[in-house]
């Protein structure tokens, strides 16, 4: 079944949207086909739109309009709450993709540790169709 929020881990930990624990506090992630290629064959062909650098108190802020500020408060004070992103996936060729292009796994695993470009992510839960 699709949703627009599967339960995402996310190891990008240079994004501003990255919290410990391995979540993401972006209200919304969009997963696209790496801009080198139009299809991807592998988890290394995807990315996440959604990356933004973590580098000064400005791109923080530059980052708060795709923030969810209530989940972050959520899990932060309430014991085994997970931050929930929705998450939208234009790689419509990967087993999970689902037509309005959403994701009908029940988890993502996005990477990326010290990554500094948005090609340095990857969906680690793709799986070519």
Same mark, same amino acid.
């Given at each position: 079944? $699709? =949703? +627009?929020?599967? @339960?995402? #881990?996310?190891?990008?930990?240079?994004? !501003?949207?990255?919290?410990?624990?391995?979540?993401?506090?972006?209200?919304?992630?969009?997963?696209?086909?790496?801009?080198?290629?139009?299809?991807?064959? $592998? =988890? +290394?062909?995807? @990315?996440? #739109?959604?990356?933004?650098?973590?580098? !000064?108190?400005?791109?923080?802020?530059?980052?708060?309009?795709?923030?969810?500020?209530?989940?972050?408060?959520?899990?932060?004070?309430?014991?085994?709450?997970?931050?929930?992103?929705?998450?939208?996936?234009?790689?419509?060729?990967?087993?999970?993709?689902?037509?309005?292009?959403?994701?009908?796994?029940?988890?993502?695993?996005?990477?990326?540790?010290?990554?500094?470009?948005?090609?340095?992510?990857?969906?680690?839960?793709?799986?070519?169709?």
């Amino acid at each position: 079944m $699709a =949703s +627009a929020n599967p @339960l995402v #881990k996310c190891t990008v930990d240079q994004c !501003t949207h990255y919290m410990p624990g391995d979540q993401c506090m972006a209200a919304k992630i969009s997963i696209y086909n790496d801009e080198t290629s139009s299809k991807s064959s $592998a =988890s +290394a062909d995807t @990315l996440c #739109k959604s990356f933004h650098p973590r580098k !000064t108190v400005g791109d923080m802020v530059g980052a708060l309009h795709n923030s969810n500020i209530g989940g972050m408060v959520s899990a932060t004070f309430l014991s085994g709450t997970q931050v929930t992103p929705s998450v939208e996936c234009f790689v419509s060729n990967c087993k999970h993709w689902h037509h309005s292009n959403l994701c009908d796994a029940a988890r993502i695993d996005v990477t990326g540790a010290n990554a500094s470009l948005n090609q340095d992510t990857d969906c680690q839960t793709f799986e070519p169709k």
